[in-house]
């Protein structure tokens, strides 16, 4: 079993930025692929960016050039550096883990809204 906790959603202007993180605990040694989806009201969800073992990305085309997925083995930690964010960037953002045995795991979102 994997828990996630998200930290740094909030309220941001358009064309500021912000860091999203995501630390894990529990069975981490499984972990293959940390990333991060999100789901707009009405919306389905869908990837943003994840990030493998080896630190191989791979990144929505809606946010590329302004959103950066990044990890941290040691703290078992996921980030998501958001610049120049757009209002339609705005969504309840999930961090998302796999482990090696294709499980999933979820973080409770967290709210992120692009003020223009």
């Known amino acids: 079993q994997v828990r996630l906790v998200e930290s740094g959603g909030g309220l941001v202007q358009a064309g500021g930025s912000l860091r999203l993180s995501c630390t894990a605990s529990g069975s981490t040694l499984l972990i293959k692929t940390m990333g991060w989806f999100r789901q707009a009201p009405g919306k389905q969800r869908e990837l943003v960016a994840r990030i493998s073992s080896t630190g191989s990305t791979n990144t929505a085309d809606s946010v590329k050039g302004r959103f950066a997925i990044s990890r941290d083995n040691a703290k078992k930690t996921v980030y998501l550096q958001m610049n120049s964010p757009k209002p339609e960037d705005t969504a309840v953002y999930y961090c998302?883990?796999?482990?090696?045995?294709?499980?999933?795991?979820w973080g409770q979102g967290t709210q992120v809204t692009v003020s223009s």
């Open positions: 998302n883990v796999e482990d090696i045995l294709s499980r999933n795991y």
